[in-house]
Each structure stands twice: as C-alpha cells, then as structure tokens.
C-alpha cells in the first residue's frame, strides 16, 4: 500500500483563526479524503506553533503566562478542525515533549556536524513575522507583511552555515519540476537563490519563551527553526516506526508567505541532518475579505466558525474549494458563498438527489428497482472518476469539483430528458421507467463516493438516503470501476432536503 503524508503549515496562535486558516486546512483535507478513497495509506498532520516573542509578549498583553496562553488559544485551533470537518490523523503543538525533544536532537546533529557557530546578529526584526529584514526588503522602512515598525536588534546569537547548502538547494529545486508548485513559484524561489543565502541566526537571548539549545541554556532556537521541525518530531523523529514510514512528506501544504522558510531553510536543515527533503511544497494564495488582504492587524477577519455556524460547514468548505482558484488569491463574499450554496448545492445537487428519491418512493415503493444500464451515464460516470484524479493531482481542487458537478447537471438533464412522471403514466414503459431510476440511483451512489472529500456532511446524508449499508468513509475508488454497485431490491430512505436554500438575510 503506498503511504500519502500531507501537512499544513502549523499556526501561529497569537489571535483566534481567520479564514486563511480554515481555507488551508479545507484544502489539506480534501486532498486527504481523496488519497485515502485511493486506498493509500494516508497520515494527514496540522497543528500549532507555539514559541517566539510574538506569544511571550501577547501572553504578557493578556496577563497569563505564555504556556497558558498557549493552551488556551491551541484549543481554539483544534475546535476549527473539529468544526470543519478536517480528518487529521494528528495535531502537533510545539509545546510538547515529543517536539521538543526531536527539536534538540535535529539541532545537536546539525551542531555536532560543524555547521552552528557563534557570532554576533545585528538587523532588522519584525516581532510578528519572527524574521530579520534586510534594509531592502523593507516597504517604507516598515515589514512588508504587517506594515509596522521593525525592531533594531543586536545580540550574540548562533548562526546556522545555510549558505553552504546554497548550491545543493537550488540544484534540487532546479532538478525536481515537481518540487516547488505552482511553477511560477520556483522560478521567483530560483531567482532570490540566485541573489545569494546569508548564513541564518537560529538562537535568542533577549527572551525566554523558546526552546533552549542543547549546549547553551542561556539562548532558545530560533522559532522558525523550531516550528519546521513539527513535520517530523510528529512522526517520533528519529527512531519512530511513523517516522520510517512516512517520511518524506508528500506534500507541505502553505501559504504564499512562508515560501522561503520551506523552499530553502527547511531543506538546509535537512540536508545538514542527513535527511530527504520532501517530496513537494504546494503554494496557495491569500484569501481577500472585499478586495483586501486578510490582516488580523487591519481588523478584517472572518471567522470561520461564525460562517459555519450561519451557513452550515459544506457549504463554507464547499464555496473555499470551489471558488478560490488553488494557487492563486480569492475573495471571501457572503454573498458568493451564498449564490454557490443556492445554485450548485442546492439547485444542482440536492434537487437530483431529492427529485430521484421521491419518484423512487413514489414509482418503485422506495425499492431500488433492477434495469439496464444506461450506456451514456455510465460511460460519463467513469470518466468523472478519472478526471477528478487527474485534476487532484495536480492540485486543481476546484476543477476536480467541477467535473463532478458536470455529471450532477448531466443527471439532471437525463431526468428532464427522459421524463420519468410520464413513463409512470404507461404500463407498457415500466421498463424504461426502471432503468431510468436505477441509474439515477447509481449515479448519486459515484456522486456520494467523488464528493465526499469535498462536502463530507452531505456525502454522508445522500449516502444514507441511498440506504447503503457500508459506511462511506470506508469506500475506495475500487468501487467506481464499474456501474451496478447499487443493489436492486434494496430500501432506499426518505427524501429529505440536503441543502436547504440560503434565503434572504
Ligand atoms: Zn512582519
């Protein structure tokens, strides 16, 4: 069985999410339902980044004591997973002893091997980014990220030799196509390379809030250093049987902002501690809220709990995957999110869905009825399954949504074509009136199976409407190779409405 290891970014807890998180987290997710339909071996990580000044100061701020503060805002992290729907095997805080211990021990071996000196840092530091800026990267002397004032700083720090893995890196990423997604991102990645990798300052002394070096109490580890070191201190690095199994990550699923720490940082680190790099970094865009970038500091977030709650988890995870292009920037509207849950939720799918399921009840007595298999539904239905494969592949979410959504508008227009209620009407047609409700039937039987990474809820109820007797999360593609998986004779359930319309508010 081939293994799928698959990674968020871990979160930076110094405020509630926003909807960049829950966009990330919605995404990793899909792409860990559809590997695990695909019958791998699935190990889906997220989690929370917990040290660094930023914390120590909004614990200050707050009156607590970091690790409390930290306790109670890595819970509210966890509650957006549950709230979502987000089927991760894990979730890492770098508080804990396990991330801890794999956190010193990477940091000795990279010590051990020569490549940490002592020095002295002098430069520009943004406290919420956690990372120094040379004089140009500045936007009118302020951080480009949160528009506010660095920090000049000047301590005794260690210093990680990464400009020596400067070559090995762009080689790999140069060598490996694949390797830095979308392409576009690799060529800019190249690019700064290419400009030159300054040596990296990986400790502090002005705080404590951190992890301390193993050979030098009086500093902590540089938090980016630490936090990058979740992807496998999770997975019992280095003795783990996870570790051995897992390892490489497929896919570390991140915002465009973090590109470096994992394109070029987290790669030197690996390669100084004799380890393979992972096998792909795939970038997405920001989520704008009105045209305007999400920004806890300007006050425009969205929370995704209160949307879900409003409007129900599916159609919150249905709207980021299918409207947001994967890679790209995209706009959070209520009213997008609106219009997509009442056209294609509602109108599209839960009507076929409820349209099937009350002839059925009204034409075959809710008994799946036998009949021959429509040439044309079916053909289109396997198809679907290989389209959405190779859409997911290549991370393209929300076409792979589309195509299924192509054979949900198909379904429709097949009972518009074909008329049931009037078949129903002549005895000598009770054939044709069986075959048109068993293929309905076994179209939404491959529509429950391909939607469930997406809309995992409403998968759920269609499946049990269908009256399958095996869970749907214990399906796998296999049982979409070929049509007649639903059995005649079997009971159906009672329609009920999946989607209700969104009215007006
Ligand atoms: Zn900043």
Not at 89 to 94: A, E, G, Q
Not at 172 to 177: F, G, L, P, S, Y
Not at 251 to 266: P, Q
Not at 308 to 324: K, P
Request: aromatic share 10%; proline share 4%.
């Amino acid at each position: 069985m081939s293994k799928f290891y698959i990674t968020t970014a871990i979160d930076y807890p110094s405020a509630s999410p926003h909807m960049g998180h829950a966009y990330e987290k919605v995404c990793a997710d899909a792409l860990a339902r559809w590997h695990r339909l695909k019958g791998e071996d699935v190990f889906f990580l997220t989690g929370t980044d917990e040290h660094g000044q930023k914390i120590e100061r909004c614990a200050q701020r707050a009156g607590q004591k970091p690790q409390e503060f930290v306790d109670e805002m890595s819970k509210k992290f966890r509650e957006l997973c549950q709230k979502l729907d987000i089927s991760n095997d894990d979730f890492i805080r770098t508080t804990e002893e396990r991330h801890i211990k794999a956190c010193r021990e990477i940091f000795k071996r990279v010590y051990d091997k020569g490549d940490i000196y002592k020095g002295r840092y002098e430069g520009l530091y943004c406290v919420d980014c956690e990372c120094f800026f040379s004089q140009r990267d500045l936007v009118g002397g302020k951080c480009p990220v949160h528009d506010k004032e660095v920090e000049h700083l000047e301590e005794e720090s260690y210093f990680f030799r990464m400009s020596d893995y400067r070559e090995k890196v762009l080689e790999h990423i140069e060598k490996n196509e694949d390797f830095i997604q979308p392409k576009r991102r690799r060529g800019e990645i190249a690019n700064r390379i290419k400009e030159g990798v300054r040596d990296l300052c990986i400790s502090r002394s002005s705080f404590r809030w951190g992890i301390p070096l193993p050979m030098d109490e009086g500093h902590v580890i540089f938090v980016w250093f630490d936090a990058l070191i979740n992807y496998v201190s999770s997975l019992s690095y280095p003795t783990g049987a996870k570790f051995r199994k897992f390892w490489p990550a497929d896919v570390h699923l991140i915002g465009k902002d973090i590109l470096w720490f994992h394109s070029v940082i987290w790669p030197s680190i690996l390669l100084a501690a004799d380890m393979e790099l992972p096998r792909s970094i795939f970038v997405h865009g920001f989520i704008n809220v009105g045209g305007e970038k999400l920004s806890k500091s300007k006050g425009l977030t969205v929370d995704p709990l209160k949307v879900a709650n409003l409007y129900g988890v599916d159609a919150l995870r249905y709207f980021l995957l299918r409207e947001i292009p994967f890679g790209e920037d995209g706009n959070f509207s209520e009213e997008g999110l609106v219009r997509r849950t009442n056209n294609d939720l509602a109108n599209d799918l839960g009507n076929l869905v409820n349209r099937t399921l009350v002839m059925v009840e009204r034409f075959a007595q809710s008994t799946v009825p036998s009949g021959k298999q429509d040439e044309e539904l079916k053909k289109l239905a396997l198809a679907t399954v290989e389209k959405v494969d190779e859409a997911l592949r290549k991370l393209e979410i929300g076409q792979a949504i589309a195509v299924i959504w192509e054979l949900v508008r198909y379904a429709n227009r097949y009972i518009e074509r074909t008329a049931p209620w009037s078949l129903a009407e002549d005895q000598g047609r009770k054939g044709e009136l069986s075959k048109v409700l068993y293929n309905l039937l076994e179209s939404l039987r491959f529509i429950a199976i391909l939607s469930f990474p997406f809309i995992p809820n409403g998968a759920e109820k269609i499946w049990g409407q269908l009256g399958m007797e095996e869970d749907l999360c214990r399906q796998k593609l296999d049982k979409l190779k070929s049509w007649g998986g639903i059995k005649p004779g079997a009971k159906v359930g009672n329609p009920q409405p999946i989607f209700p319309r969104i009215g007006n508010k």
